[in-house]
């Protein structure tokens, strides 16, 4: 599917550099909700309580393209199982054995497994200056997650963590392009509704070994507060502006997002968690935007 952005409107552009301030809030989530929700509870009633919040706004659509639904369903499923369960529950599982950095640099990969997807499955074109503007983008986040220090990279080794992270961004990828090249009869917001509804059922089972063998879920105050915040922040706003910003510019270039992303998260760090800003933060984000600046200059005939 291509995108449906005009030569002359910057309301697209606007949003892909609002969309990942929204998205980075889910680095609060695994920073401090974690400490209170076990990783699949939290991604379990995170998406259970996104679908209670849509479901009565969008009921009456759901109802009268019932018929429709079976013919979606596998669609559905999938988008939900790769978006709301894989990306909503590896990044928390992730956090309990590796870092932050690490979590940082397995996840910019996405980005590049959504441009070589796209092409090869769906055939989109990928100009020069989407590939140089990728790049740029790589190195300034590298620059912040290795404070600027190269020997992070060469030293750099694996943990059972960052297979759960390389998951999630390969998880993303697959999400990010089916979701765009699949057509449904369901609006933005309705078809979304039903991606979080397949996304806490696609965890449920994993849920409930969690709940059986390994953590209990303590539900009070503190575990209200943060599933409504990661519902509602880095899910209901975030995946729906993900998702319009997917219509305007296309995949790939929409996968720039997790690279401002890693930027604001970094923000929120330095703002939540009192890291200090240094000199790499300001040579890493402005290589981000430059990268971003480059990618979205498509030309056009």
């Not at 609002?18 to 995170?46: D, H, K």
């Not at 020997?151 to 750099?156: A, G, H, R, V």
Request: positive net charge.
């Amino acid at each position: 599917m291509k995108p449906s952005t005009t030569k002359n409107s910057i309301f697209p552009y606007i949003l892909l550099f609002v969309q990942p301030i929204f998205m980075a809030t889910n680095i609060i989530v695994a920073r401090g909700g974690v400490e209170y929700v076990p990783p699949i509870s939290l991604a379990f009633w995170r998406w259970l309580c996104v679908f209670i919040i849509l479901f009565p706004f969008f009921y009456s659509e759901i109802y009268k393209k019932r018929k429709l639904l079976k013919k979606e369903f596998f669609k559905l499923f999938f988008l939900g199982l790769m978006g709301c369960g894989i990306c909503g529950a590896f990044p928390f599982i992730a956090g309990m054995s590796t870092t932050m950095a690490n979590m940082g640099i397995i996840y910019t990969s996405s980005p590049v497994f959504i441009v070589i997807l796209s092409v090869f499955l769906f055939g989109e074109k990928i100009g020069l200056n989407r590939i140089l503007g990728l790049i740029i983008c790589l190195i300034g986040v590298f620059t912040i997650i290795t404070k600027g220090n190269i020997n992070y990279l060469i030293d750099f080794r694996f943990t059972t963590g960052d297979f759960w992270m390389l998951g999630a961004a390969i998880g993303w990828a697959l999400y990010s392009i089916y979701l765009l090249n699949w057509k449904s009869a369901f609006s933005l917001m309705g078809r979304f509704t039903l991606i979080a509804f397949f996304g806490f059922i696609s965890l449920f089972p994993f849920y409930m070994i969690e709940e059986t063998f390994f953590f209990d879920t303590k539900f009070n105050s503190i575990f209200l507060a943060w599933v409504l915040f990661a519902a509602v922040s880095p899910g209901i706003i975030a995946f729906s502006l993900y998702t319009k910003v997917q219509r305007y510019l296309g995949a790939s270039l929409t996968g720039f997002t997790l690279y401002l992303f890693a930027v604001y998260g970094a923000i929120f760090g330095i703002l939540l968690f009192e890291e200090m800003l240094l000199p790499f933060h300001y040579y890493g984000g402005a290589l981000v935007f430059a990268g971003v600046y480059i990618a979205r200059k498509i030309k056009t005939k």
